[in-house]
């Protein structure tokens, strides 16, 4: 089982700042690496996949870096929606997601 | 348009059962593969089965392997996971999800799953 590793578990940006967050996968997964965002109460939302490439509707604040085990997503200027829970998830070898990181107001 | 809905969901003592549903509509089921993942809370999301379109493959995770089945019914856009011995631990939010080249597009808004005596 490949295991996925998020960092940090919670992250406090201001709006407009700029967020990174970390993933890292316990044994190589090449690019078979997507992001998905989730709300409270709502289902997750697919915003990365192949570890650069934005799904469809994603805006350009979101995008995404990284082969191997070690990934970044990155969210060039948080917007007020922004603030939610990311996962990172690796479909090399069936499926895993990490912990996730939880975006907050700061 | 594409919309996935589960049901079956509830409050189930340890050791017991419960079968979860979901409808599909909006998109031609039977070209699918279709997964289920589940969010405990506190945690992270969980893959924990699969199974093909015409229903001829399927894999779990390990936490549920022997416990859980993934099902389908084509005819009528359905899909299932039968769930047994169930522990405290499977107390989740389950979702449905449609896969497409190993993707998650779709998933359902999810049915909550509490085991508890």
């Known amino acids: 089982e490949i295991v996925m590793t998020q960092s940090p578990a919670t992250l406090s940006v201001s709006p407009g700042e700029r967020a990174t967050l970390s993933c890292r996968a316990s044994?190589?997964?090449?690019?078979?690496l997507a992001w998905y965002q989730q709300k409270p109460g709502q289902a997750p939302r697919l915003l990365i996949y192949?570890?650069?490439t934005r799904a469809t509707g994603i805006p350009a604040r979101f995008s995404g870096s990284g082969s191997g085990t070690e990934f970044t997503l990155t969210i060039s200027s948080l917007q007020s929606e922004d603030f939610a829970v990311y996962y990172c998830q690796q479909y090399n070898n069936l499926w895993s997601f990490g912990q996730g990181t939880r975006v907050e107001i700061k | 348009q594409v919309q996935l809905v589960e049901s079956g969901g509830g409050l189930v003592k340890p050791g017991g059962s419960l079968r979860l549903s979901c409808a599909a509509s909006?998109?031609?089921?039977?070209?699918?593969?279709m997964s289920w993942i589940r969010r405990a809370p506190g945690k992270g999301l969980e893959w924990l089965a699969y199974i093909s379109s015409g229903s001829s493959y399927t894999n779990y995770a390990d936490s549920v392997k022997g416990r859980f089945t993934i099902s389908r019914d084509n005819a009528n856009n359905l899909l299932y996971l039968h769930m047994n011995s169930l522990r405290a631990e499977d107390t989740a939010v389950y979702y449905c999800?449609?896969?497409?080249?190993?993707?998650?597009?779709?998933w359902g808004q999810g049915t909550r799953v509490t085991v508890s005596s």
């Open positions: 909006g998109f031609t089921f039977s070209d699918y593969y």
């Open positions: 192949s570890a650069s």
């Open positions: 999800a449609r896969d497409f080249s190993s993707l998650f597009h779709y």
């Open positions: 044994q190589s997964v090449s690019s078979t």
